[in-house]
């Protein structure tokens, strides 16, 4: 059962939202102030009742973004997941189909999975070959003030792109999970923050160009080591083993032409990760109207 639908049509050659239902635990909010009247975007924000996902909530949302539309789905804050009670998953599905010349803008707050929680969500896109996405999909390690660091029982978070209807584009599952060798902060050590950031379609293909030049230099620089021989060489090359690289950041292309590119980065810090995503999609501002995650600075 569904508990959102969204629909955006062209209407008088603009983008409007034509249908926008949702029922407990999910409501959307359809601002009209967020970007300049001039600007061809509609604003979605997806909040909980509650101001988080309890146990067992399962929550399905369909969104159509029609041809030559552009769309931006959010959130008012991080996506809070309470404490499981028993063996009860909460769960969320999110299915997109983006028309032709369309473009959607998944851009989230963190997850935020709280101690002893589970919590599961599948998100399907299904694009045309002109067709632009922008999907950030990110969690944090718990809530810190409260001692709780990758604390949680399960989180699982599958990503799905299909072009021209049921040709797979982009498969992707991220797992961590609590086990009996080890736990998940054993195995993430300092890092506090997994993130992924999908960038696909022509719309996109300047912020796709910066961004792997940018992770580029960000990398060689973070693990640039020292010409063997130099004066100091031996006290620096001992300082880069002590010290860890508070971010990591990784790309790669896919898709035919390389029409995708994905960005996957662990970082020591979530104001690290807001800071780089403010930094590489500023540039969109004149698409979306606002510069994605520019209230968090």
């Known amino acids: 059962m569904e508990t959102g639908k969204i629909i955006v049509e062209k209407v008088r050659g603009k983008s409007t939202l034509t249908k926008c239902f949702s029922k407990y635990p999910l409501k959307f909010i359809n601002p009209k102030n967020v970007a300049p009247s001039q600007t061809d975007v509609v604003w979605i924000y997806a909040i909980t009742y509650g101001g988080g996902i309890v146990s067992g909530d399962s929550i399905a949302c369909d969104i159509t973004v029609g041809d030559g539309c552009t769309t931006v789905l959010t959130t008012q804050a991080s996506t809070k997941v309470y404490k499981a009670v028993g063996t009860k998953i909460s769960e969320q599905v999110l299915e997109a189909r983006i028309g032709s010349n369309a473009f959607l803008a998944v851009i989230p707050d963190p997850v935020t999975c709280f101690s002893t ?25 718990g809530r810190h ?117 994905v960005t996957r980065i662990a970082a020591m810090t979530t104001e690290s990760v807001y800071n780089f995503l403010q930094h590489q999609l500023s540039s969109m501002e004149p698409l979306l109207g606002v510069k994605p995650y520019s209230y968090a600075s």
């Open 145 to 261: 003030e409260r001692g709780e660091k990758w604390d949680f029982d399960l989180y699982r978070s599958m990503n799905n792109i299909f072009h021209n209807g049921d040709e797979p584009l982009f498969l992707d599952t991220s797992l961590l999970e609590q086990g009996t060798c080890s736990d998940i902060a054993e195995r993430m050590q300092d890092y506090q923050v997994i993130a992924m950031v999908i960038l696909l379609g022509p719309k996109l293909k300047h912020v796709q160009n910066q961004i792997q030049e940018d992770v580029k230099k960000i990398m060689s620089q973070s693990l640039h080591m020292p010409t063997i021989g130099s004066r100091q060489s031996t006290s620096r090359h001992n300082d880069h083993h002590l010290t860890k690289p508070s971010f990591l950041a990784s790309c790669s292309i896919f898709g035919p032409k390389g029409i995708g590119v």
């Open 117 to 141: 929680a589970k919590y599961s969500q599948k998100q399907v896109f299904k694009v045309m070959s002109d067709s632009s996405l922008l999907l950030v999909d990110w969690i944090t390690s």
